[in-house]
């Protein structure tokens, strides 16, 4: 009889491992074991260099931002300033130009007042002469009129501040009055003025005309 074959026993491989091999795996292994150790420790360093140039970078934009603020903010300060002066140099314009208008409006009204004022002096000595001729009807007609045109003046000169300087009876004063004649007297106080030739007048506190008098003065 013939032995069959025996197919486990066949198909059994042996494996018989080579010592080069496990060799050579470790050798890998250990390269690679040292090719991460380089890269961990690198890395750390590597990422602190990065951290520290990325914050200088940051660092230095700041300080370029802060700049251009600051810049930014001096000039805003000098158009303000200059903005305050040309407001207030508009303000001084317009008042200085305001006072001008006003001087021109008073010295016109002045010059009117003081061409008017002879008219005034005419019209008061018609009203005297017509007062001392009364015997004749047409006279006292002229002096009706005389009475309303100087009414009417005056009244004038009243609306526009002018107001008489005080005359007889009142004492002197070289600032509204101009003394033509002076009379020695024992009877009145030195100063007082006994007459008035011409009137004066004062438009607030400016005098337009001093008046003309005379002045009793004491003996010596």
Not at 35 to 52: C, M
Not at 120 to 136: F, I, R, Y
Not at 190 to 196: F, N, R, S, T
């Amino acid at each position: 009889m013939k032995k069959k074959p025996n197919k486990e026993k066949d198909n059994v491989i042996e494996f018989n491992p080579s010592p080069e091999k496990p060799e050579k795996e470790n050798n890998i292994s250990e390269a690679e074991e040292s090719a991460v150790e380089g890269n961990e420790a690198r890395e750390p360093e590597e990422a602190l260099e990065s951290a520290a140039a990325g914050s200088g970078k940051v660092d230095g934009e700041d300080v370029e931002g802060t700049d251009e603020l600051e810049l930014l903010r001096q000039e805003k300060d000098k158009y303000y300033d200059l903005m305050l002066r040309k407001q207030a140099e508009l303000e001084n314009y317009r008042k200085r130009v305001f006072r001008e208008k006003e001087d021109e409006v008073n010295r016109a009204r002045i010059s009117l007042l003081k061409d008017l004022l002879p008219v005034v002096d005419a019209c008061e000595q018609g009203m005297d002469t017509l007062n001392n001729e009364k015997d004749s009807t047409v006279l006292e007609s002229y002096s009706e009129g005389y009475e309303l045109l100087l009414k009417q003046l005056k009244s004038y000169l009243e609306r526009n501040g002018v107001s008489e300087v005080a005359g007889v009876g009142s004492t002197f004063d070289p600032n509204v009055h101009e003394a033509v004649l002076r009379e020695v007297s024992e009877e009145y106080e030195d100063g007082i003025i006994l007459e008035e030739f011409r009137r004066g007048y004062t438009m607030k506190d400016l005098l337009l005309r001093a008046a003309q008098v005379k002045v009793a003065v004491h003996p010596e």
